[in-house]
């Protein structure tokens, strides 16, 4: 569910990144066009030696570990019983991939609770890397580095199957809700700049407090990423349905990005460890593990 719409658009013609390009082009399991400038990573790989790349060349917070972090509470199906060490969920399984794609073994992976909006702050982190549902957007790759996408994202709407919007198949059907979403993500970019609705959005300091809206009838629908959406209505709401997704506008998907602090001397690695697992359908089967229910709900135009 998180991050303002549009990923960033990456500059440098890398050769890497063209290589990205078409990885995830074949691996994506949304019809979601081009997704090659949001893959762009903030650092390049290029001329990076193995031995860098390794354990004993990273320059980690802490010598021998890899550092992750993430939000607490972590929620399905990006993370499975709110414990992102057991290596279960898209993101955890993420997380665990890239770190042996580096060379570490699962007992040195740590992770750190991270709140959401921290993660891409200005300021020294506590992480090596963070993995949390964050979009990749120019604004944010001010203050931090981004790994190239390992996710293509669309939001989606979720609404009480009672609920007026129920039925809706459009924009235009959204018109006059009034519809909530967690602060500081793209989640609320797209009903502010894609939906525009005549009421003001309810924004929520964090996603479970738009559930308990959504549950209580304080709104009529909470917009999220699809794969949240279904866990919503599977797990959480099971009175309410996905009403349908939203297509990418413009050129470039959403993805989310691993996020490292800005100019981290890690970042050429970890996104070479992506990169690679972009590669090597990696990341294309966790997906289909993980978020196989993240499927053809209706898009509204």
């Known amino acids: 569910m998180r991050p303002a719409i549009l990923p960033s658009r990456h500059r440098a013609a890398l050769a890497a990144a063209a290589l990205l390009t078409l990885a995830l082009a074949a691996c994506s399991p949304q019809d979601d066009g081009d997704s090659s400038a949001a893959s762009s990573p903030s650092g390049s790989a290029s001329g990076t030696t193995a031995g860098a790349c390794s354990p004993g ?101 979720v609404a009480p199957k009672g609920s007026k919007i129920a039925g809706a198949r459009s924009l235009a059907d959204l018109k006059n809700a009034k519809l909530g979403a967690q602060v500081g993500t793209t989640s609320l970019d797209v009903i502010d700049d894609l939906v525009k609705p005549t009421k003001q959005p309810a924004v929520f300091q964090r996603n479970d407090l738009a559930v308990a809206a959504l549950k209580n009838g304080q709104v009529d629908g909470i917009v999220v990423d699809l794969p949240t959406a279904f866990y919503v209505t599977g797990a959480q709401v099971p009175d309410a349905k996905v009403i349908g997704q939203f297509s990418t506008t413009g050129t470039t998907p959403e993805q989310f990005g691993m996020v490292l602090d800005k100019g981290s001397k890690l970042t050429p690695c970890v996104s070479q460890a992506v990169t690679a697992l972009r590669k090597d359908g990696t990341l294309a089967a966790l997906e289909k593990k993980w978020l196989s229910d993240a499927v053809n709900a209706p898009v509204l135009k």
Do not use: C, H, M
């Open 57 to 157: 060349g990273l320059a980690t917070r802490t010598a021998g570990k890899f550092t992750v972090g993430t939000d607490n509470p972590a929620y399905d199906p990006w993370f499975v019983d709110d414990k992102p060490s057991n290596g279960k969920g898209y993101e955890s399984a993420v997380a665990y991939a890239v770190a042996k794609q580096l060379g570490y073994t699962g007992d040195q992976v740590v992770w750190q609770k991270v709140p959401f909006n921290s993660a891409f702050s200005p300021g020294a982190k506590n992480f090596d890397v963070d993995i949390n549902q964050v979009s990749i957007t120019p604004e944010r790759r001010k203050t931090v580095d981004f790994s190239p996408g390992y996710y293509d994202v669309r939001q989606a709407v």
